[in-house]
Structures are given as C-alpha cells and as structure tokens.
C-alpha cells in the first residue's frame, strides 16, 4: 500500500473537488513545483489511487428524471448465480453502483432512468437473474450528493 504523504493528501483533494485544473494550477496550490506535481499524480495513477478522471453530469439536465434503489435478495447464495447477476447488472444501461450487502438486504443497486416506464424497464432485465425479492425506493429529493472521499489534509 503506498504511503500519501501530506501534499499528495492535498493534491488528492483538490482533484476530487475539480479535475480539470492544470497541473500547474494545482502545483502552485499546494506549493510545489509543476513537474514534481505531475510525477506525484504519475505515481497515484500507477498505484491505483487515481482510478480515473470523469465529467459528473446533472442528470435532469440529461433527461435522467428518475434515481431509484434497488434492494436485492436472493435465495441462491453460490457462484454460478452471483456470476449470472454479476453479468446481467454489468450491461443494463442506467445501473451505476452494484453493492453485496451485508444484513437483510443482499445486493443494493443504484440505478438512474428517465422515469417509471424507464425502471420497468431495467427491473424486466434485472429479473434474469433469478431474483428471489426486489424492492425499490425512488428518490424523491436529493439532499445531499457527492463523489468525494473525506482526507484528511492536516
């Protein structure tokens, strides 16, 4: 496991607030030279800290109207099944996060869609993967969304 020290907590920050800055923007930000800031990005992006770099997008604005989470349990607890369900989230268009929980629940998916035709939608190619109970919750409000992970920069 690679150790950050706290300039590379600092560089991580500021680009999980905005990854379009430049490399030199973000050197003078935290005080260190262009070139020793790209290297330290190189590393991160070698090491797997840095998985990617998107553009986060406003879903209304996209005609994406509709968040819902799908609660998943199964009957079925062995890998043949896990690796179909595995397979079949993996390509319905509008799933975004897939989680095996722990507790009552045994998968939580989050799924965006345009709207309840476009759920039905997704729960019809959803339930190929011989689902025991599905439940949904739809997102009435969105109180608080982000895609940053807390570090601490001290």
Not at 43 to 68: A, N, W
Not at 83 to 89: A, E, L, N
Not at 100 to 112: F, N, P, W
Request: with cysteine; proline share 2%; glycine share 6%.
């Amino acid at each position: 496991m690679t150790t950050l020290d706290k300039t590379d907590k600092k560089l991580l920050a500021r680009l999980q607030h905005d990854a379009s800055k430049s490399v030199g923007v973000l050197a003078e930000e935290i005080g260190i030279s262009k070139s020793a800031c790209w290297r330290r990005i190189q590393r991160m992006e070698e090491d797997g800290i840095i998985r990617q770099k998107v553009t986060l997008l406003d879903p209304s604005k996209i005609g994406v109207k509709l968040m819902v989470f799908i609660s998943v349990r199964t009957n079925q607890h062995n890998k043949a099944w896990a690796d179909k369900f595995k397979q079949t989230v993996e390509v319905i268009p509008g799933v975004m996060e897939v989680y095996r929980m722990g507790g009552e629940v045994d998968y939580l998916i989050k799924a965006a869609v345009e709207d309840i035709a476009g759920y039905d939608r997704l729960y019809q190619r959803l339930i190929h993967a011989n689902l025991f109970e599905v439940t949904a919750g739809f997102v009435m409000e969105t109180i608080k969304s982000t895609t940053e992970f807390p570090i601490d920069v001290n």
